[in-house]
């Protein structure tokens, strides 16, 4: 007797904000539809998916991020003490990192690949910046991107006025405008960036998980369930299109079929093409032109901060002194920046030194990188990871292109930090390949299925009808943003064609 339906209309694998977008749409939308969700990570948070930041207690927060590192050894360096700045593999709290095949010998690498594993995936742990796509970031070929968008925005709460009261973000948006603002149209200027949080009556943050995707509608949908510590092995095709998925109950070690009309695989950009290679489903750009944002950090005290208003801290352990500012991707200025307080920032750049609360900006600039079809993750025939799943090998190397982008990030990222205030450090530093999470273009959306792609712009697998794909690794543009919001758009499609086939 397994814990799973027999059989069900849509079965999700992975509960991120990619799945979950669907479960969401399908809910609105076709609420007799039965929907099963697959994660192989165990509940970390309630509501289920919610994002870790919003658990008071600090040990059991942390208790929560140590139960989204996976099983393999790759969550041992999260215990690493720091050290990033030295080049040390180390992944963030909630993370784990590839254990092995993350550089081949004479590549560059995703040395830092990471991934989580928990209800909710990397949104229980992520940032929440949630910026729109801008000039060769976009899909040109989706001429409803702006709509998508926008629902995407609304199923991941996403506000621009959370900080509107942070004490120094308008005199750090005021100074970066300075710097960056002439000549670029209104939506390129600098602007509080948008952020999927909101603010509860009593004035704690709520960061939005996956619990915000799936929201009150998909909760109480009778027709809904969510699996947690369940292993989606294989996707089942017959006649040429999906008809279920092979689950390994990892409380029970039990593996069993679920049948099912349509799949999606929503299980990150590097496990989705995974899944899609061990069912045999293998089109010619599965796992190829894998992108990653090259990520240049400094750090700056913000000049003339005043120490008046020390105590506005969240319940939660970030401090909300400056905000998150937004120095949007051009063309011409090919990076997306990301300017928040340290303590909110993912490197602790400068940690001991006594200062102003909140007075240390931690400047971040993400770069686009130039797609290559040979930038791949490979699966093992033979060798198997600490899932029992098909082991990964990447392949990525940068072009002269992408270090020539990374020099001028590095010397911009002086002139905006100049700007705001002090710099702390002479030079800034570039992070590990891997380090923005933003992993992309792995099951690309294409417009036909000319080899370059995996799906059609509905995120329907080529050749595989039924089969869906989702998360940042449908993205088929190298974009410099973080990602999540185009990958929910791309869900939100995807999940509406569903709708209409299910008729
Ligand atoms: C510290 C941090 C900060 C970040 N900041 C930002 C930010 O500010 N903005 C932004 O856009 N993005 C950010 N990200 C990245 C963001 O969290 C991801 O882009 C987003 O979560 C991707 O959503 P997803 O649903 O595609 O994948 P995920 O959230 O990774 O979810 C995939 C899920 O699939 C599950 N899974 C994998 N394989 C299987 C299988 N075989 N069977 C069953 N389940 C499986 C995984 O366990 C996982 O839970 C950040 C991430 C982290 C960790």
């Known amino acids: 007797m397994t814990r799973y339906p027999e059989s069900v209309d849509v079965a999700i694998v992975g509960s991120g904000p990619a799945g979950s977008a669907y479960a969401r749409v399908l809910s609105e939308r076709a609420p007799d539809a039965t929907v099963a969700m697959f994660e192989v990570g165990p509940t970390v948070s309630q509501p289920p998916g919610a994002h870790v930041k919003n658990i008071p207690d600090p040990e059991e927060r942390s208790r929560a991020q140590t139960l989204s590192e996976g099983p393999g050894a790759g969550a041992e360096t999260v215990k690493d003490p720091g050290a990033v700045k030295a080049g040390q593999r180390r992944a963030r709290p909630g993370t784990f990192l590839l254990d092995r095949g993350y550089q081949v010998e004479g590549e560059d690498g995703l040395p830092v690949a990471a991934m989580s594993s928990n209800v909710g995936g990397m949104s229980a742990h992520w940032t929440g910046a949630c910026p729109r796509p801008g000039g060769s970031e976009r899909i040109g070929f989706l001429d409803d991107l702006d709509e998508m968008l926008g629902e995407a925005e609304r199923l991941l709460g996403v506000t621009s006025d959370a900080f509107e009261a942070s004490p120094y973000a308008a005199l750090v948006r005021e100074r970066l405008s300075a710097a960056v603002d002439e000549g670029r149209v209104a939506e390129s200027r600098v602007q509080p960036m948008p952020l999927a949080v909101h603010r509860r009556p009593d004035g704690n943050l709520v960061w939005s998980g996956s619990d915000v995707v799936l929201g009150e509608v998909t909760r109480a949908n009778p027709n809904f369930s969510l699996h947690d510590e369940s292993l989606v092995t294989r996707v089942l095709v017959e006649e040429g ?192 390949l891997g380090s923005s999470l933003h992993y992309q273009g792995t099951v690309r959306m294409g417009q036909s299925d000319d080899g370059t792609s995996v799906c059609s712009p509905d995120s329907e697998v080529w050749g595989a009808p039924g089969v869906f794909v989702a998360g940042n690794g449908v993205i088929p543009t190298p974009t410099a943003c973080n990602p999540t919001l185009t990958a929910v758009a791309l869900s939100v499609r995807g999940a509406r064609r569903i709708v209409e086939q299910l008729g």
């Open 241 to 432: 299109r999906a008809a279920g998925v092979e689950v390994k109950d990892l409380r029970t070690g039990e593996t069993a079929t679920v049948r099912a009309r349509f799949v999606v695989v929503a299980a990150d950009a590097l496990r989705t093409p995974q899944v899609l290679w061990a069912s045999g489903i293998r089109p010619a750009a599965l796992g190829r032109y894998l992108n990653d944002q090259a990520q240049i950090v400094f750090a700056s005290r913000i000049r003339d901060a005043v120490d008046g208003d020390a105590d506005r801290h969240a319940g939660t352990g970030v401090s909300e002194q400056s905000g998150v500012s937004w120095v949007p991707f051009t063309d011409e200025m090919p990076f997306h920046g990301q300017i928040m307080q340290l303590d909110a920032s993912p490197v602790p750049i400068a940690e001991d030194d006594p200062v102003v609360p909140g007075s240390i900006v931690g400047l971040g600039l993400f770069c686009a990188k130039d797609l290559q079809a040979s930038d791949r993750v490979e699966f093992s025939e033979s060798e198997r990871d600490s899932y029992g799943m098909p082991a990964m090998t990447i392949h990525y190397t940068l072009t002269e292109h992408d270090r020539a982008v990374i020099e001028r990030a590095r010397q911009e990222i002086v002139r905006l930090g100049a700007a705001v205030g002090e710099p702390l450090d002479p030079q800034p530093f570039t992070m590990p």
